[in-house]
């Protein structure tokens, strides 16, 4: 069973950075599409950003491009997020997730997720 275990998150001002590390067990984590999800309170669980398998191609939402970058390490089993430019709106519980069925970015079906990071943007 694959598990995905997020970190990184914490406080943070406005217009500062952090970076968001989902790490995963499993042998086959080079095949996976991971996405990025976040979730604030009483909102709607929402798309950010996600990677293929090879790292090759990436997608984000369009409220996040040009300020978050994407990227895995498949030696390490481990996917990133760097997020520069945070606003205080985009404090969120933030979760990845994993799946193994090739589709496309914009299809936001995901077998499995980590338990999430909090991030919180003071204004």
């Known amino acids: 069973q694959v598990q995905l275990v997020e970190s990184g998150g914490g406080l943070v001002q406005a217009g500062g950075s952090l970076r968001l590390s989902c790490a995963a067990s499993?042998?086959?984590?080079?095949?996976?599409?991971i996405g990025w999800f976040r979730q604030a309170p009483g909102k709607e669980r929402e798309f950010v950003a996600a990677i293929s398998w090879s790292g090759l191609s990436t997608y984000y939402a369009d409220s996040v491009k040009g300020r978050f970058t994407i990227s895995r390490d498949n030696a390490k089993n481990t996917v990133y997020l760097q997020m520069n430019s945070l606003k205080p709106e985009e404090t969120a519980v933030y979760y990845c997730a994993g799946r193994v069925v090739v589709r496309q970015f914009q299809d936001n079906r995901y077998d499995f997720w980590g338990q999430g990071t909090q991030v919180t943007v003071s204004s």
């Open positions: 499993g042998r086959t984590f080079n095949s996976y599409t």
